[in-house]
């Protein structure tokens, strides 16, 4: 599957390209984002929470920017595992001014497997989909501070593959094997994968950590410190877990 | 695999389940007749703190007719719908849609309630309820709301339901004279989610139908209602010519996503020949 589509933003092109680089901003956006932290100038370490129907798993992974041509474009790849299975996937992202707004256009690929990917290949593309729009609407509502210019962009951008007739190759061929790759968006990518049609919708209900952030800042090494210690703790107890 | 471990609570009553549920909020997950539930914490695609099962509430089960409309309690298994009199009787398309809900064993326990709250897009409670017009009643800590079933679905599973309320049951219109109800879809096996599925109403006076309820399973996030179509057909007579243009507008109006097996276009090929087949059903039975 590959979800095509693009997004107008109320904000100029530098403004969204330091939003899709700022882990702060992405790990607003990104649903159920628990952790973001950098591991690199070009690449994140996140840790999601998957709330879709039955399924409510944990993935860790990593994001990395690839051919980086600041401001215009760039393909995020993410690569994530979890309990539930892995998910893997890359987007490449392009922006182009339009005026005061920013035109955001992505291509995006993924897939999942294991057992996410058998139990939840039947709906992983309409899963893909909507983590997207909650992605775009709080990404939306982020830059344009919570004004009605969100709403108003919103209604234009999000034209994605399905809706264009011949845009797709069809079905996906039945995965053979157990943990065969589900041919779809995964459920746990980042902001590359959160494509797709963008409705009007109000952003995540999620509460924005407005005033959080700055405050946070000064601490930034210890909570780093602390996720690590946290990772460490949760890899212990899933490796004693599964092991033995 | 086994299911990670939870605590497990079994109150009597709706307000006890209300006050727990206010208490653990996103930790507890109410436990109906488990036929997704106990599948998703077996394979821990969840892990929960806290199960409420709501077996022991005699207020949930029960058909009846109630002020003139059946009435469906949230914990009325899928096997009593399929046995019940009342519903033969007073909306025959539950009935005809029971047999295709999972396998028998799965329908003497899973719930009316439970499949209704999940809304799993390819199901068909969620459907026929939204062609039948039927009432929800969801009750929350300031008391019942009732919610009509065609605003209840907001996207996949996703419904109005709040994580503080509890689905009490559903209140059906029975079959008025002159109306028919039809239920059919189509599966790779028997028992599996359904690749389209169409639940209709309509009534035919004069030989043309009227009032006509066209709702479509598996074929969008939530139940799709080709709202279109069933108003070009209004006062349209069910000849083969009437049928090919509804089938032509049908393309208008679904779009749905492919799925493992089946492309977008053999979904609205599969769309059509169902439709085609019930309308024509519905001719006859009316």
């Excluded at chain 1, 897939?111 to 139990?119: K, P, Y």
């Excluded at chain 1, 943990?179 to 109000?202: E, H, L, T």
């Excluded at chain 2, 806290?50 to 002020?67: C, P, T, V």
């Excluded at chain 2, 799925?259 to 090929?269: E, G, Q, R």
Aim: aromatic letters at 6%; glycine letters at 10%; one cysteine or more.
């Amino acid at each position: 599957m590959e979800l095509l589509g693009q997004q107008l933003i109320g904000a100029n092109r530098q403004t969204v390209w330091n939003a899709l680089n700022d882990p702060d901003v992405l790990a607003q956006c990104i649903p159920g984002c628990e952790e973001i932290s950098r591991l690199s100038e070009n690449q994140l370490q996140l840790r999601i929470m998957v709330k879709i129907g039955p399924v409510r798993s944990r993935f860790a992974g990593t994001l990395t920017l690839e051919g980086i041509n600041a401001p215009a474009s760039c393909t995020l790849v993410f690569e994530g595992t979890g309990a539930a299975g892995f998910a893997k996937g890359g987007s490449s992202v392009v922006l182009s001014e339009q005026g005061e707004q920013t035109r955001l256009e992505y291509a995006a690929k993924a897939s999942v497997g294991g057992r996410l990917g058998q139990i939840g290949g039947r709906l992983i593309e309409s899963s893909a989909r909507k983590m997207s729009d909650e992605f775009f609407s709080a990404f939306q509502s982020v830059l344009s501070g919570g004004t009605d210019a969100g709403a108003e962009a919103g209604t234009l951008g999000g034209v994605d593959a399905a809706a264009v007739p011949g845009a797709r190759s069809g079905g996906a061929p039945p995965s053979s094997g157990q943990a065969a790759p589900a041919d779809a968006g995964a459920s746990a990518g980042g902001p590359a994968q959160k494509n797709g049609a963008a409705a009007g919708r109000p952003a995540s209900t999620r509460p924005a950590p407005a005033e959080a952030a700055p405050m946070l800042a000064g601490w930034r090494p210890e909570l780093y410190r602390a996720f690590w210690f946290c990772l460490g703790v949760f890899f212990t107890l899933l490796v004693g877990r599964w092991l033995p | 695999m086994k299911a990670p471990s939870f605590d497990y609570i079994r109150p009597g009553s709706v307000d006890e389940v209300l006050e727990l549920l206010a208490t653990h909020g996103d930790d507890a997950r109410i436990l109906a007749g488990g036929q997704t539930l106990m599948a998703t914490l077996n394979m821990r695609l969840s892990e929960p703190e806290l199960l409420i099962d709501i077996n022991a509430i005699e207020s949930l089960k029960g058909i009846e007719l109630r002020q003139g409309a059946l009435w469906i309690g949230a914990m009325a298994r899928h096997s009593h719908v399929e046995d019940s009199p009342l519903v033969a009787e007073h909306a025959p398309m539950l009935a005809q849609a029971a047999p295709h809900v999972a396998h028998r064993a799965i329908r003497n326990q899973g719930t009316f309630g439970g499949s209704i709250a999940f809304a799993d897009p390819a199901a068909e409670w969620p459907a026929c309820i939204v062609a039948l017009d039927a009432v929800l009643h969801l009750a929350g800590r300031q008391g019942v709301r009732k919610v009509p079933a065609v605003e209840f679905f907001l996207d996949l599973y996703t419904t109005e339901l709040a994580a503080d309320e509890v689905l009490l049951g559903c209140e059906i219109p029975i079959l008025a004279p002159g109306r028919a109800q039809v239920f059919q879809e189509l599966a790779r096996r028997h028992g599996d989610y359904a690749i389209v599925g169409v639940a209709a109403a309509a009534n035919l006076r004069g030989g043309v139908f009227h009032d006509m309820r066209l709702v479509f399973l598996g074929m969008d996030n939530t139940p799709a209602r080709a709202l279109d179509v069933e108003q070009w057909l209004e006062g349209k007579a069910p000849d083969e010519q009437a049928l090919a243009q509804a089938r032509q507008l049908l393309d208008d109006v679904l779009q749905p996503s492919a799925d493992l097996y089946n492309s977008t276009a053999t979904k609205m090929h599969l769309a059509g020949v169902l439709m085609g087949r019930v309308l024509r059903k519905l001719a006859e039975t009316a």
